[in-house]
């Protein structure tokens, strides 16, 4: 079985300041790695994905993750956030295999909220 | 292209009633899911779907039926509401086991009192 910790509940930012978003998972197998985004009353959008490769991905609006294999971690940064960017992050794992069925095991989500 | 859609947006009901939530989507995608999220619980799988004529359990599947007899809808079920299943339910899919990505529906909000 696959776990997912988001070590923040609510991460309070000021516009143009940086921002980190921590994700750990614990699983026994191997997994891809996920960051779902929750505007305000709104379904879920993919932000970014890790299936293989580099370690370090990029979305098209300025966030990037780095899946650490040793640490099973996979953070998310932004260098300037935005008030745009206020939402609520999930971090999500699906375990290696065909058997899985593609199900997602998400974090308990962070709040992040922008302030001007 | 609607994408995945949900009906309904919204839905109070009262204890003990039943109702059914709709899942469509037109990319022809073979898996879907039903989740529920909860404040400071995420999101969390009630069941699924590997293709039209099949239905398995999730993490959550307690008091929920589901069905699947077409392939581009899938159907979520409460029979006898109760105030625990008062939450908000995403749909999504998935097109094939290689392609990972899920993409969701807008959601039902459902209050039962």
């Known amino acids: 079985a696959q776990s997912v910790t988001q070590l923040d509940s609510q991460v309070p930012v000021f516009e143009e300041a940086p921002v980190e978003l921590r994700c750990n998972y614990s699983s026994s197998v191997s997994v891809y790695l996920f960051w779902y985004v929750q505007y305000p009353n709104q379904g879920l959008q993919l932000l970014l994905k890790?299936?293989?490769?580099?370690?370090l991905v990029e979305s098209i609006n300025g966030f990037e993750a780095e899946f650490n294999k040793s640490q099973t971690s996979f953070h998310l940064r932004k260098p300037s956030v935005h008030i745009s960017d206020t939402a609520e992050y999930f971090c999500a794992v699906i375990p290696f295999g065909g058997t899985s069925y593609g199900k997602l095991t998400f974090g308990q989500g962070t709040i992040l909220t922008v302030h001007p | 292209n609607a994408g995945v859609t949900q009906t309904p947006k919204f839905r109070v009901l009262k204890t003990g009633q039943s109702m059914t939530l709709l899942c469509a989507q037109d990319?022809?995608?073979?898996?879907m899911y039903w989740y529920r999220q909860d404040p400071g619980m995420g999101l969390r799988l009630i069941h699924y779907s590997v293709g039209e004529g099949t239905t398995a359990k999730g993490e959550v599947p307690d008091g929920y039926n589901v069905s699947r007899l077409k392939k581009q809808n899938f159907l979520l079920g409460l029979e006898s509401a109760a105030p625990s299943q008062t939450s908000v339910y995403f749909c999504?899919?998935?097109?094939?086991?290689?392609?990972?990505?899920?993409?969701f529906g807008p959601g039902t909000r459902l209050t039962v009192l």
């Open positions: 890790y299936l293989s490769g580099s370690t």
């Open positions: 990319m022809n995608h073979e898996y």
């Open positions: 999504a899919t998935k097109p094939t086991v290689v392609n990972n990505e899920q993409f």
